[in-house]
């Protein structure tokens, strides 16, 4: 028996109600504790992917499938769970009035109660460095520290796969270096949403580009940013200066 | 940022008055209105005597009386509104200082302001010394609409994000050479006003997701467990018990 993938997408199609069609036929497929970037231009459907993966918006054509689970009406309560979606604006994320709340808030929903709910907020907290925060208001946090709380309040559900949505926007540098290393210790198959190339190739061994609406390459991370063509092709490049470090 | 970590009609501290539970003290601070607002307006003594009743729980918390008067500030509009019933009020008139005031009136008057302020007080009291987010726990363990503690959870959460994105409006448009100086500026600030309408509005619908996404159905899940004690429950309705007595004497 082959082993069950993290994430398998089949063929998914989208139109939004107004007609837009975001969509068309996306296949990809993820293993059980790879770390894969999906890299696009704005406007490329890596959005609309995403919202998928949770069973926000339900597919018009194809399929998801967590960990063997379909996303179907009648399974988005443990797909919710096994998929651990962390937001752009971790203002959107934490909107409870402390960060232990926030935290505890998933855990709780799927009934979690008293001391193993402390447990388990505690332990999402420590893994991203922000155990100290707990009794603190999240707009009272930098915005790195948010983010990382953003990250412990999906860490906190026991998700299958983390998938985060442009996780070094707004960062300064050493933020951006914190989070990458919370991310690399992490133990959890990670879907990384971005246009940024220099933090794909750092993270991430495998690299897909969505691209109107389809996946448009699939490989290494290495080879796919050395290939300026198709970078180009694509509306992506490397930030001025940068190039892939020989191996 | 120190001190901004406290909501600023919170007054941290250690007293008794601050560690029972939010929903006793909710329910005491109801309960007391009820006894003061039932009171008949000519019985002086009772009111008198529940003064001395929150003065003695200010005591016990430690909040000082000037910390009482200047939170009471926000009471000032419905005293202009009680000194001008007696002038414009209708009926028998007695002269006081010169002025011709309605005797119903003068009575109407003080029955507002006594009450009122009797129960702006314990208001700031239970301020003072409930954290925001704890009497909404409270008021979510009375079983108080749940809907309604939702609301009031999320715009303690979000009015400081909301007020930072004002703020960096009002620097956008002044950056521009924008001056609020008259009313002819009244349809700029409107439509920031519109914006920041949106722009909240689509915030929502990302935090509704956000909570969809992690299994929110509806009810929001209980993380702290705050019951109180039959010991807490008894400190608490004290304040209650003790003002009906005073009601009971005074009748």
């Not at chain 1, 109600?17 to 068309?24: M, R, V």
């Not at chain 1, 922000?130 to 948010?146: V, W, Y």
């Amino acid at each position: 028996m082959t082993p069950v993938n993290s994430l398998e997408v089949e063929q998914l199609a989208y139109a939004y109600p107004d007609g837009t069609q975001a969509l068309f036929g996306v296949d990809l497929s993820i293993a059980r504790g790879e770390r894969v970037a999906l890299l696009g231009p704005n406007g490329a459907g890596k959005t609309t992917l995403v919202m998928h993966l949770n069973g926000i918006l339900t597919a018009g054509h194809g399929s998801v499938t967590v960990a063997g689970t379909p996303v179907r009406k009648d399974t988005l309560k443990e797909i919710r769970q096994r998929v651990g979606l962390v937001f752009q604006d971790p203002d959107d994320q934490l909107f409870m009035p402390t960060v232990r709340d926030d935290v505890a808030f998933g855990p709780a929903n799927a009934g979690l109660r008293g001391e193993e709910l402390d447990r388990v907020v505690k332990d999402a907290l420590d893994r991203v460095g922000m155990l100290a925060a707990a009794d603190r208001p999240p707009h009272h946090l930098s915005f790195g520290q948010r983010r990382r709380v953003a990250v412990a309040t999906v860490l906190a559900m026991a998700p299958e796969i983390l998938v985060l949505d442009e996780p070094s926007s707004n960062l300064d540098p050493a933020a951006r270096r914190e989070l990458a290393e919370i991310l690399r210790s992490l133990e959890v198959t990670v879907l990384m949403v971005t246009h940024d190339l220099p933090y794909a190739m750092e993270l991430c061994e495998r690299a897909l580009i969505l691209s109107g609406g389809v996946i448009a390459a699939d490989g290494p991370t290495r080879e796919l940013l050395s290939d300026a063509d198709l970078l180009a092709a694509h509306r992506l490049e490397l930030p001025y200066g940068f190039a892939i470090p020989a191996v | 940022m120190g001190a901004g970590h406290h909501h600023r009609l919170y007054r941290p501290g250690d007293s008794v008055v601050h560690r029972l539970p939010p929903q006793c003290k909710l329910l005491a601070v109801l309960a007391f209105a009820v006894v003061v607002v039932a009171t008949p307006r000519e019985r002086f003594w009772a009111f008198a005597g529940y003064a001395v009743l929150l003065m003695a729980v200010a005591a016990v918390a430690r909040v000082p009386a000037a910390y009482v008067l200047r939170r009471m500030a926000i009471e000032l509009p419905f005293v202009v509104f009680a000194f001008l019933i007696p002038i414009i009020g209708m009926g028998e008139r007695t002269t006081v200082l010169g002025v011709s005031l309605s005797v119903p009136g003068l009575w109407a008057a003080w029955n507002i302001l006594a009450k009122a302020t009797l129960g702006v007080i314990a208001s700031v009291l239970l301020a003072a010394t409930t954290e925001p987010r704890a009497i909404l726990v409270g008021a979510q363990r009375l079983r108080l609409p749940s809907l309604l503690v939702q609301i009031a959870m999320f715009m303690l959460r979000y009015l400081d994000v909301i007020v930072d994105e004002m703020r960096r409006m009002r620097v956008a448009r002044e950056s521009r050479g924008f001056e609020a100086r008259d009313f002819r500026q009244v349809p700029v600030i409107a439509r920031s006003a519109g914006a920041l309408f949106i722009r909240s509005y689509e915030r929502g619908e990302r935090v509704h997701l956000a909570m969809l996404s992690r299994g929110y159905s509806g009810q929001m899940p209980i993380i702290q467990d705050m019951s109180a004690s039959v010991k807490q429950w008894g400190a608490a309705l004290a304040l209650p018990a003790v003002a009906l007595a005073v009601l009971g004497l005074a009748l």
